[in-house]
């Protein structure tokens, strides 16, 4: 069996889920596409290029299909997610050598699927499930590095108008906490060292599973923040999950994505604050800087409460890095529009962006009720400016850190250079420093080989939109780090090595490369 996964992270936790469900019914997983007997896809629909991309491999798999069938025996295709609830019908009638089709709710159903496609039939489960969260299904983690994606929930119920997501993974269920807790202590069992919790709307994770959970409060939102559904109550709340997580493990790091900015209440912000381990950057999807393009995308929120929310976050959380996502060219947008997304830009400052052109997706509530107006020749130059600002401003921001000491979670080689080592800032921005041992903190004149997954004080020394370089100056634990301040530690090694704040004589090239 062979696996090629496209889109989100999402996807790459399906494809976890999938192949455990397949792993215990007695499937082998290959590494090298030719030596598979079952081809499974995991694919997205949020974009038309992301589908096409698929359509574009499934003809490349069907060619080599009718090739194997006169050498090696018969080889089984099969299409999961996103993109299989959305195009069933299509996908069939289309490609006659597709043998299976299982969307996002229908994994559990695989070996079945499976077996009927042996038998020489076409296979399709594309039913979608209000209850299902494969919680007792244990992910297979193929980590690289020390990083896993833990999902806590699926679906969304946000019918932002643009927005594909409920009508292909369905409406909001979360997964009991017990089990989640259970994923999570099993993956610092392994050494991993730094779990980001997954979700579509993350941020409203709600575990009813049990009866002590079933209150009368409401649901909390951001001030100035509104919903398409009515006002929710009890549950164990996203904030009471990311406050037993983070007690896990104190040198684990715990990251979320993707959140929606509607449900960022005081309290889940004051906790990140107060948690050394949960990061300080969060990701605040934007969308538009307009008031009358976001009413029109039905997000909940004007231009004014977005940047009070940013406002409070920075407020709760000083240094807190941002994110969002923004969407170019949506049904009706002026010029006008355009600008304050462009001022919107500049007003917060993101350090990670992710940025595109609007694709207009069948089903959603934008293709029965607005007009995609924007011709596409200038979606690509607003996308364009978009991406210029975007970058103008991350590079001030990454720049801003120049002579900081960022504690980085190293990931491996750089991929331009086998002398360097790459890793993330607890901001999530990529960091470039040389290969190279470092001298001990509790070892007197001892050096240390610094590896993939040790946590490494870096100091920078140049940036730009998209990274920092810098020069290693030890390694340490998240909770050393939180509990000793990074002049504590440098003090602490310039008594065993004065020098210590100075770039080593081989890396003073690292002072200008950007």
Known sequence: ?????????????????????????????????????????????????????????LKQLTALKKRRLKAQGPMKIGLLGCMAERLKSELLEREKLLDVIAGPDAYRDLP??????????????????????????????????????????RGCDNMC????????????RSRPVASILEEVRLLSEQGVREVTLLGQNVNSYRDMSEQVFCGSEPTQLSRGFSTVYRTRQGGLRFADLLD?????????????????????????????????????????????????????????????????????????????????????????ETEEDHQESLSLLRAV?????????????????????????????????????????????????????????????VEGESKRSSEELSGRSDGNVKV??????VPSLHQSSCTETISPGDYVLVKVTSANSQSMRGYPLCCTTLSEAAARSPDSLLSTLQQQQPSITEPPNDCSHILTTG
Not at 4 to 22: F, H, P, R
Not at 161 to 172: K, W
Not at 289 to 317: F, H, K, P
């Open 1 to 57: 069996m062979f696996f090629e996964t496209y889109g989100c992270q999402m996807n790459v936790n399906d494809t976890e889920i999938a192949w455990s469900i397949l792993q215990k019914n007695g499937y082998l997983r290959v590494e090298e596409l030719t030596e598979a007997d079952v081809v499974l896809l995991v694919t997205c629909s949020v974009r038309e290029k992301a589908e096409q991309t698929v359509w574009n491999r």
């Open 244 to 332: 037993q997580v983070s007690l896990i493990d104190p040198n684990m790091r715990i990251r979320f994505t993707s959140p929606h900015p509607k449900d960022f209440p005081d309290e889940v912000l004051h906790l990140i604050q107060e948690r050394h381990n949960i990061c300080k950057q969060i990701h605040l999807p934007a969308q538009s800087g307009s008031s009358r393009v976001l009413q029109a995308m039905r997000r909940g929120y004007t231009r004014e409460a977005y940047l009070e929310l940013v406002e409070n976050v920075r407020s709760i959380i000083p240094g807190v890095s941002l994110s969002s996502d923004f969407i170019v060219g949506f049904c009706g």
């Open 112 to 153: 079945r699927l499976l077996a009927l496609a042996r038998g020489g039939q076409q296979a399709s489960n594309v039913l979608l499930s209000l209850e299902e969260t494969y919680a007792d299904v244990m992910p297979v983690h193929r980590t690289q590095g020390h990083s896993a994606f833990v999902s806590i929930m």
């Open 161 to 172: 108008s643009y927005c594909i997501v409920p009508f292909t993974r369905g409406r909001e």
């Open 432 to 437: 470039i420093f040389p290969k190279q041992e």
């Open 349 to 409: 400052r993101y350090n990670i962006g992710f940025l595109f052109a609007y694709s207009m997706r069948k089903k959603t509530h934008a293709y029965h009720r607005l007009q995609d107006d924007v011709p596409a020749e200038v979606k690509q130059r607003r996308l364009q400016e978009l991406i210029a600002v975007f970058r103008e401003e991350a590079a001030r921001v990454n720049s801003s850190l120049l002579g900081s000491t960022q504690l980085v979670l």
